[in-house]
């Protein structure tokens, strides 16, 4: 049995699926949430929806007896939960991380990388807001601090070390997380999230990307450097051009900022996307974006640019993005995103041959036989 534990259930409907597809009945999920009714999720007697108490709980003992592999969906994990973990997983059962990129790039960021520019950086910046302490307490909340701290710290380190295998999008995500901690020996075990059948080709009579329109960044958070893109795409001039901007989710304060920026740098070029829509609508409201923007320096939004790439689109990442790399490596035909971009950059249209070889590179990285692949491997750990 495979114990899946995660705090998002928006994956759930297709992993699922490939687990019940490739290994059947042999799968537990657990979903941590404060939410009374899970939506995404299919509902079945191996699923459940559980609190943050569940670590505590004789369940969490009781699915860790049965489990021959422990599969955490992101470390999102407390230092209370990560010493549960620590305490009750049997030493011969192996765990996988499998990591989403915020649980692990703080680490990366302690280490030195930068994610975020300078003029996002600026804007993000709010106010300090004191709190004042009396003085005779302020020896004691540092100690308390500083203890809290270290005890995380060595929680955190003895669970990296615990870790038997780790899944990302890119493995330069985890060659350099092998860099920045000695004590992460860890295997690279790939765990795809979705596939080009199941969600990157999503919806109704899709057509490829070929438009004159903009997809800019794919959510409210500063690492998609909206800023910096806009003012580079302002001083161009978008006549006639549309820039389409998700900002669903993510920072609701950062939101508002990049709205009204949004409406300085492009007019009525810019238009921002605030609400959730169903997959197959987002799709179509983009189809007129044949040229995708994506700003980040870290790995983010692998699922808009392999769609976009599957679609025929022209996809500009920062040349430094690990996506960027991985995927020229293999052969993907992407351009850099700079300063130095120019209106016939976006209005080239992207060579037909180097279309059709994206699309042929994806099916193979992206199949759903391959996510079966990967989950069969998975399921041959432990016991």
């Known amino acids: ?41 299919v509902q079945s007697d191996s699923m459940e929806a559980v609190s943050s108490g569940y670590f505590r709980s004789e369940k969490f003992k009781m699915d860790l007896q049965v489990a021959k592999c422990v599969i ?19 030493k011969t059962t192996p765990i996988v991380w499998r990591g989403w990129g915020y649980d692990y790039y703080d680490i990366l960021q302690a280490n030195g990388l930068r994610v975020i520019l300078p003029e996002t950086s600026s804007l ?3 106010q300090d807001i004191s709190v004042r302490v009396p003085v005779r307490q302020i020896p004691k909340e540092i100690l308390k601090a500083i203890f809290s701290i270290t ?27 092998q860099s920045a901690m000695p004590n992460f020996k860890a295997q690279f075990l790939p765990l795809n999230y979705y596939s080009t059948e199941d969600v990157l080709l999503s919806g109704d009579n899709l057509q490829d990307l070929t438009g004159h329109d903009i997809l800019l960044g794919n959510s409210a958070i500063a690492t998609n450097n909206h800023i910096e893109a806009m003012r580079v795409l302002g001083k161009l001039g978008m006549h006639g051009r549309k820039v389409v901007v998700p900002l669903s989710y993510g920072d609701m304060k950062y939101q508002e900022k990049i709205i009204q920026e949004g409406h300085k ?38 699922g808009n640019i392999s769609s976009a790439l599957m679609r025929g689109g022209k996809v500009f990442l920062r040349a430094e993005n690990p996506i960027y790399k991985y995927y020229t490596r ?32 994806l099916m193979k990285i992206w199949s759903r036989t391959q996510g079966i692949k990967q989950v069969k491997a998975i399921s041959l750990l432990g016991k």
């Open 1 to 41: 049995m495979i114990l899946n534990i995660a705090p998002d259930e928006k994956f759930l409907p297709f992993l699922q699926g490939l687990f019940e597809e490739a290994s059947p009945g042999e799968s537990l999920w657990r979903v941590i949430t404060y939410k009374p009714k899970l939506n995404f999720a």
């Open 151 to 177: 005890l995380g710290r060595f929680i955190n380190n003895k669970l990296i070390a615990r870790i038997n295998y780790f899944s990302c999008c890119v493995y330069d995500d985890f060659e350099a997380l």
């Open 124 to 126: 993000i910046k709010t």
């Open 330 to 361: 293999m052969g993907v035909k992407l351009f850099p995103f700079s300063d130095d971009i120019t209106i016939a950059d976006l209005d080239a249209q992207l060579n037909k041959d180097d279309a059709y070889r994206n699309k042929e590179i």
């Open 72 to 90: 955490f969906h992101s470390l999102f994990l407390s230092s209370r939960q990560k010493l549960m973990v620590l305490l009750h997983t049997p």
């Open 265 to 302: 740098l492009l007019g009525e070029s810019f238009i921002p996307l605030t609400n959730y829509m169903p997959l197959p609508e987002y799709n179509q409201t983009v189809s007129n974006c044949g040229n995708l923007i994506m700003n980040h320096i870290r790995q983010q939004a692998m």
